[in-house]
């Protein structure tokens, strides 16, 4: 403590700032002369009902969108499992389904004498049209 008390006989208890007269009583009114003006809240219009109600519109079409490609892509998946116990029966199920069912179906334009004088006319002898498909008999 000897310490202390010499520093403050030596230097003394002023440190040597002090506050201005009156500082304290105006500075309530200079830091509101530098804050910016005040701005109201914008008034919000009021909202019309299909402005309330079109979210919900929105996700009700959503839903329905989900709804249909499910559909569509189960539809697509799996036509028709067969039956095991009744495959005819299954079958006939599956043709009244699909009533273009021989649209599909991959038929040749040429008759089977046209395809057989094409052949006839690329091979020479019978022993080339064995090579080229490997006919055993």
């Not at 010499?6 to 003394?12: M, R, V």
């Not at 002023?14 to 830091?31: R, T």
């Not at 919900?56 to 839903?63: E, G, H, T």
């Not at 799996?78 to 199920?93: F, K, M, R, S």
Request: charged share 25%.
């Amino acid at each position: 403590m000897k310490q202390e008390d010499s520093l403050l006989e030596k230097y003394g208890k002023d440190s040597g700032m002090k506050v201005p007269e009156g500082y304290f009583a105006e500075l309530q009114a200079n830091i509101m002369e530098s804050l910016p003006p005040y701005v109201s809240q914008p008034v919000v219009p009021e909202l019309s009902r299909w402005q309330r109600v079109k979210p919900y519109i929105y996700l009700a079409a959503m839903f329905c969108g989900i709804w249909l490609l499910m559909k569509v892509f189960h539809t697509v998946s799996d036509p028709l499992t067969l039956n095991l116990d009744n495959p005819p029966e299954a079958i006939v199920q599956l043709l009244e389904q699909e009533p273009d069912f021989y649209e599909y179906m991959a038929i040749p334009d040429d008759s089977d004498y046209d395809m057989e004088d094409e052949i006839l006319a690329s091979y020479d002898n019978f022993e080339d049209f064995e090579k080229d498909f490997n006919s055993q008999e």
